[in-house]
């Protein structure tokens, strides 16, 4: 067997080890799909036999209601998560985007320890910080708000790292030329610097709407009205054990699923190489 071959064969073993394994991770998923596709009152079991009843089972449960009073229906559920994550991850992608352009560009005072207190957030966990957060949001009156299901939780120390070391790759030329053609601070931002960096700002958006989409915790406590209820908190009210809580998993995976599908090569094309 020559080199080529040998080459050949390698890519093969590769493509099957990468396809089994894809499987692998897939098939709890498929298992929990297909038990949502048999009619109400089949026993709830992880199968791989599709059923016939998908239209009708989803149909009749996007209508449906959730929550103690039952004010919020599935579809309201959706809208709130994918309004939750679309907020959270544009003002958490401009944020960053601005704290790096302000620690590169501005000469701040203390930018290195500044910048080192960003990089110490990242060994938290985010829910180590709820309580003393929600202490703020119940100062200013802002409990039971859809503003304090985002604005408290905007900062990203990983965002502000992964812009930082973009923007440390422009050349200062870019920088030295604006100044010669009378540009100030922010024309340099939004006619240079940000058209380069929307490959990043595009992957860091998917990731952190993928984070928003999946928040759970910090919305339970600072919320307590159904009308504001998005998919993932609201699998508590419908079990693990029902087809309803089943059919919900399902569309709690859906979204984020497809848009990671989708634009995976530009997330890891945006997160690694930026406009390179």
């Known amino acids: 067997m020559n080199a080529i071959e040998k080459r050949r064969a390698a890519q093969v073993l590769d493509h099957i080890l990468l396809i089994a394994g894809a499987l692998l991770m897939c098939l709890p998923v498929y298992a929990l799909f297909a038990a949502t596709t048999h009619?109400?009152?089949t026993p709830i079991m992880?199968?791989?036999?599709?059923?016939g009843a998908l239209l009708e089972n989803y149909g009749s449960f996007l209508t449906s209601s959730g929550g103690f009073s039952g004010d919020i229906t599935v579809v309201a559920m959706i809208w709130n998560s994918f309004a939750l994550g679309m907020a959270f991850a544009a003002l958490k992608t401009a944020v960053s985007l601005l704290a790096a352009y302000a620690l590169i560009y501005f000469r701040v005072r203390g930018?290195?320890?500044?910048f080192a207190v960003l990089l110490l957030t990242l060994m938290l966990p985010l829910e180590s910080r709820f309580l003393p957060t929600y202490e703020v949001v119940?100062?200013?009156g802002l409990v039971n708000t859809?503003?304090?299901l985002v604005l408290p939780l905007v900062a990203s120390g990983l965002g502000t790292l992964f812009f930082r070391q973009?923007?440390?790759?422009?050349p200062d030329t870019m920088l030295e030329s604006?100044?010669?053609d009378g540009a100030g601070a922010w024309k340099f931002f939004m006619d240079i610097l940000l058209p380069l960096?929307?490959?990043t700002a595009a992957a860091l958006f998917l990731v952190l709407f993928v984070n928003g989409w999946n928040q759970y915790l910090w919305p339970v406590i600072v919320t307590s009205e159904e009308s504001a209820y998005t998919v993932v908190r609201d699998m508590q009210f419908f079990g693990r054990a029902s087809l309803p809580g089943l059919m919900l998993a399902i569309l709690a995976v859906l979204p984020p699923s497809i848009l990671v599908i989708l634009f995976q090569r530009q997330v890891i094309k945006g997160l690694f190489d930026g406009s390179h």
């Open 166 to 170: 973009f923007l440390m790759t422009v």
């Open 146 to 148: 859809r503003t304090a």
């Open 197 to 199: 960096s929307l490959p």
């Open 138 to 140: 119940a100062n200013l």
């Open 111 to 114: 930018a290195s320890v500044i």
């Open 39 to 41: 009619v109400p009152g």
């Open 46 to 51: 992880l199968r791989l036999d599709p059923g």
């Open 178 to 180: 604006a100044k010669l």
